[in-house]
């Protein structure tokens, strides 16, 4: 068993207002992991997600998080977040720069990290003039640039249509493969988190608790064509009745 | 389309012949006295008879001007970085700068120069004081508007308070700030006009206003017809100068510095 990464005990949280977001949540992430969060709108995937990240506080329970996360988290929002006063070289540099790494130490990573998503010829475009779906790659390659441990990712692809969304799917899991980063990747759709993911928690309505932790047992490589194999079928058609139980 | 393209040109200059036409058609029809309303074409003799000495005031007058802006975007900038940097400091001085804006000029211009013995000095009090809040105002509001997810971003980074206010605040403030300026330039002009009323004539230099009053005093409508139209025309020519830099400022990335798309 891989060397765990984080690791969440009885994890509540409650607002201010008195909206109850989130009641006994237990997970526990390894190294190198890739695990989808999957549950309806409201449930508290991002409050969840934003807790993992340290952006906010819990309301009960305990969460540990391995030495080497700390300040090590990459993290990308459901809006591609860019600072559109910048280019996509500025916006990626940005994580570098707050970490006080030199530019010219940076432009070489940079150029790396632009180049495996595609946005090479982009670096000194402004998030205005590109699609949706490239500012949604400049944010990915933003939260990549640092070599965080953990990787963040909010319903990144929710607002993109479903030829961009698939592309990116196929991208990202290759990403993975490749940097062996630990990701935990919040969704509501059913065949994304199949598609990406090894592991599938699964929330019920609000307050979100998870009742179902589901592997994922599809081949490592996943390309386009795996989407009309029926072992793609039958794992979607597996999680959707365990999504379906959780929301009664 | 050629007509929507060139329409924010032709519109206005054919609204302004139109109406200086009728003005002068209207003066000879109902044969009005230039003292009461002189024609256009007397305004535009006027104006070349008097321009050098006219100019002369309203070179006054934008220096004035020019120095009340400068200063309420040095002060309203820095008080406002200040509101941003600290809730406390925000939520006690901002009434006092709402109590200064919405106290008229003409009321507390007499004991400012009063206390302000340089009348250069006081006029540019006054002007700096009527500028001085919608770059506050806007500027505070902008460094606040900066979006939250980038300032879980920065925190998530480790920024520091500094780190953030330069590489995200201020760029994100900038577009209101811009839009502030652009209102001060036009209230920087009028509160230097209206603190010269207020003051009067006196001293050796004296701004536009007073050439106003004087023509006033002597019943020489026309001349008071040109300096108010060299005041427009400054006014108009302040709103397009700041209009142009703030376009030029945003223009890679603002909605409101892109061209419209076709
Ligand atoms: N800052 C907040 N204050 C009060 N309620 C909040 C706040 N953030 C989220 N909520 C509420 O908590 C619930 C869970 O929100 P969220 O975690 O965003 O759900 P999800 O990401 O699964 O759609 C929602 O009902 C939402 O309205
Ligand atoms: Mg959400």
Redesign the pocket.
């Known amino acids: 068993m891989a060397e765990t990464l984080v690791a969440a005990a009885a994890l509540a949280k409650s ?3 008195g ?1 109850a ?1 989130l009641a006994g949540i237990d997970l526990t992430v390894s190294r190198g992991e890739f695990v989808g969060v999957l ?10 997600l934003r807790i993992l990240a340290g952006l906010a506080e819990p309301t009960a329970g305990r969460l540990d998080r391995g030495t080497d996360v700390a300040g090590r988290v990459g993290f990308v929002f459901q809006e591609p977040t860019l600072m559109p006063w910048a280019t996509v070289w500025a916006n990626v540099y940005l994580p570098l720069r707050l970490r006080g790494v030199g530019r010219d130490v940076a432009t070489p990573r940079i150029g790396a990290m632009l180049d495996s998503l595609g946005l090479g010829e982009f670096a000194r475009a402004y998030p205005r003039q590109l699609s949706g779906g490239m500012r949604m790659r400049v944010s990915i390659a933003r939260a990549l640039v640092t070599e965080p441990a953990l990787l963040l990712l ?2 990144p692809f929710a607002a993109l249509d479903e030829i961009t969304r698939f592309k990116l799917n196929e991208d990202l899991r290759a990403l993975w493969r490749n940097l062996r980063c630990t990701i935990v990747f ?1 969704t ?1 759709s059913v065949f994304e988190s199949v598609f990406l993911t090894n592991r599938i928690v699964v ?1 019920t309505k ?1 307050p ?1 608790r998870i009742v179902a932790d589901l592997p994922v047992n599809l081949p490592e490589t996943r390309d386009a064509g795996l989407r009309l194999a029926p072992v793609y079928s039958d794992a979607c058609r597996a999680v959707s009745a365990k999504l379906a139980e959780a929301m009664v | 389309m050629n007509g929507a393209r060139f329409a924010p040109v032709i519109g206005p200059i054919v609204v302004g012949v139109l109406v200086v036409a009728g003005w002068h058609e209207a003066v000879r029809f109902f044969a009005i006295p230039p003292y009461v309303l002189p024609g256009p074409g007397v305004i535009a003799r006027t104006l070349w008879t008097d321009g050098p000495s006219l100019l002369a005031s309203l070179l006054v007058t934008l220096r004035i001007t020019v120095a009340a802006l400068a200063l309420a975007v040095a002060l309203g900038g820095a008080l406002a970085v200040l509101f941003s940097l600290s809730k406390t400091v925000e939520v006690s001085f901002f009434p006092y700068a709402v109590i200064l804006q919405v106290t008229p000029v003409v009321s507390i211009a007499p004991l400012i120069i009063i206390w302000v013995n340089d009348v250069f000095a006081a006029l540019l009090v006054c002007a700096t004081i009527v500028a001085f809040f919608p770059i506050v105002a806007n500027t505070t509001l902008g460094l606040n508007s900066a979006d939250r997810n980038l300032v879980d971003l920065f925190r998530l980074y480790g920024a520091g308070r500094l780190q953030t206010l330069r590489l995200l605040r201020l760029p994100s403030a900038l577009p209101l700030f811009l839009a502030g300026v652009r209102i001060s330039g036009g209230l920087a002009l009028i509160g230097a006009v209206v603190a010269e009323f207020v003051a009067g004539t006196g001293g050796a230099k004296t701004g536009l206003a007073s050439r106003i009053i004087e023509a006033g005093y002597r019943l020489e409508i026309p001349r008071m017809f040109a300096a108010l139209f060299l005041l427009s025309l400054t006014g108009i020519v302040i709103f397009a100068v700041l209009s142009w830099l703030s376009r030029r400022l945003l223009r890679h990335w603002h909605e409101s510095a892109l061209e419209p798309s076709d």
């Open positions: 607002f201010r207002n909206v977001a549950g309806p709108s409201g449930c508290g995937k991002s409050t969840l909010d319903e919040v509501h929330m609000r979100g």
